[in-house]
């Protein structure tokens, strides 16, 4: 009996001393907590009294006209106008002001709101433009606080959207890669073709230098100047002399997929550029005139 029970004793020791001898496992490291998003500014708001620019960011955070975001916006015009409205915030009050009324600053409807991911908001409100161009600015939280603002934020909201849309792309365009250009006018139609490096018309030699050069910036990829109405109205294209148009110019490639038309209107008010549309693309746009008058004939 007492060397079973000395061999138990021995047993339990033994048990014990490889119980002591074990490392105990390490208690888990607390899971970090996750970092708040920064906050960053979700939408913009600029008026110059009489027109309003709406900006928001769509679910990709893409910046998108709030009005139509179907439109070809710029983003980096937008991110520029986010920046400007940014900077107001930094602004110095103006020693010893008078009133907000007294600026201009009363019932105003010049200003900017922008929005941020939070659901905060900020406007400032733009009152009386001083001589030097500034405008007299003032935080809604803080009307007391009177400051000189640049007014390029009230400068693009009254020049409009139009003025911040993507232009497409014409594309430039090697000798080999020109089957032909054929213009419309009215039902006269002449095709020009490249024969042994000279540009020739209705198989005839071309010696205007006004029209070689034109053939010449048709290859270089001219640039579309501007957007003149992104959605236009029915009427739109009769007025801007596109129903009829003045001409229909098609450049045809080698490869249909790069082959383009233009259809020529009438003269903007400069007369230095025409209005154009694009292929089927009912959007009409601001070409330059030299580009397309001796093709189109308006020249004579």
Same mark, same amino acid.
């Given at each position: 009996?007492? *060397?079973?029970?000395?061999?138990?004793?021995? @047993?339990?020791?033994?048990?014990?001393?490889?119980?002591?001898?074990?490392? &105990?496992?390490?208690?888990?490291? /607390?899971?970090?907590?996750?970092?708040? %998003? /920064?906050?960053?500014?979700?939408?913009?708001?600029?008026?110059?009294?009489?027109?309003?620019?709406?900006?928001?960011?769509?679910?990709?955070? *893409?910046?998108?006209?709030?009005?139509?975001? $179907?439109? =070809?916006?710029? $983003?980096?015009?937008?991110? @520029?106008? #986010?920046?400007? =409205?940014?900077?107001?915030?930094?602004?110095?009050?103006? /020693?010893?002001?008078?009133?907000?009324?007294?600026?201009?600053?009363?019932?105003? *409807?010049?200003?900017?709101?922008?929005?941020?991911?939070?659901?905060?908001?900020?406007?400032?409100?733009?009152?009386?433009?001083?001589?030097?161009?500034?405008?007299?600015?003032?935080?809604?939280?803080?009307?007391?606080?009177?400051?000189?603002?640049?007014?390029?934020?009230?400068? &693009? @909201?009254? &020049?409009?959207?139009?003025?911040?849309?993507?232009?497409? %792309?014409?594309?430039?365009?090697?000798?080999?890669?020109?089957?032909? #250009?054929?213009?419309?006018?009215? $039902? %006269?139609?002449?095709?020009?073709?490249?024969?042994?490096?000279?540009?020739?018309?209705?198989?005839?030699?071309?010696?205007?230098?006004?029209?070689?050069?034109?053939?010449?910036?048709?290859?270089?990829?001219? @640039?579309?100047?501007?957007?003149?109405?992104?959605?236009?109205?029915?009427?739109?294209?009769?007025?801007?002399?596109?129903? /009829?148009?003045?001409?229909?110019?098609?450049?045809?490639?080698?490869?249909?997929?790069?082959?383009?038309?233009?259809?020529?209107?009438?003269?903007? %008010?400069? $007369?230095?550029?025409?209005?154009?549309?694009?292929?089927?693309?009912?959007?009409?746009?601001?070409?330059?005139?030299?580009?397309?008058?001796?093709?189109?004939?308006?020249?004579?």
């Amino acid at each position: 009996m007492k *060397r079973i029970l000395w061999f138990f004793c021995a @047993a339990l020791c033994l048990v014990l001393l490889c119980a002591c001898g074990k490392k &105990q496992p390490k208690p888990a490291a /607390p899971e970090p907590e996750p970092e708040p %998003e /920064p906050i960053r500014i979700e939408s913009l708001e600029c008026s110059d009294g009489e027109l309003t620019l709406r900006f928001h960011r769509d679910d990709d955070g *893409r910046w998108v006209w709030t009005d139509n975001p $179907g439109f =070809a916006l710029d $983003g980096a015009c937008v991110d @520029a106008l #986010v920046d400007d =409205a940014v900077a107001l915030d930094a602004l110095s009050p103006v /020693p010893d002001a008078e009133g907000p009324e007294f600026y201009g600053l009363y019932d105003t *409807r010049k200003y900017v709101t922008t929005g941020y991911s939070d659901g905060t908001s900020v406007t400032w409100r733009f009152g009386s433009r001083t001589d030097d161009g500034l405008y007299y600015a003032s935080p809604e939280s803080d009307p007391s606080r009177i400051c000189l603002a640049s007014g390029v934020l009230l400068e &693009q @909201a009254g &020049q409009g959207i139009y003025v911040m849309a993507v232009l497409p %792309e014409l594309p430039a365009l090697t000798e080999d890669q020109i089957q032909s #250009v054929t213009v419309d006018r009215g $039902g %006269e139609t002449a095709k020009y073709t490249l024969y042994n490096d000279q540009w020739r018309k209705d198989s005839r030699d071309i010696t205007d230098p006004a029209e070689l050069q034109a053939l010449s910036d048709l290859l270089a990829a001219p @640039a579309l100047l501007r957007c003149v109405d992104y959605a236009p109205p029915e009427d739109a294209a009769q007025i801007c002399g596109l129903n /009829p148009p003045a001409a229909v110019v098609t450049v045809n490639c080698t490869d249909p997929d790069v082959t383009y038309t233009l259809t020529v209107g009438t003269y903007a %008010e400069d $007369g230095a550029a025409r209005f154009v549309t694009l292929g089927a693309d009912t959007t009409i746009y601001l070409m330059d005139a030299a580009v397309l008058d001796p093709l189109s004939g308006a020249n004579e």
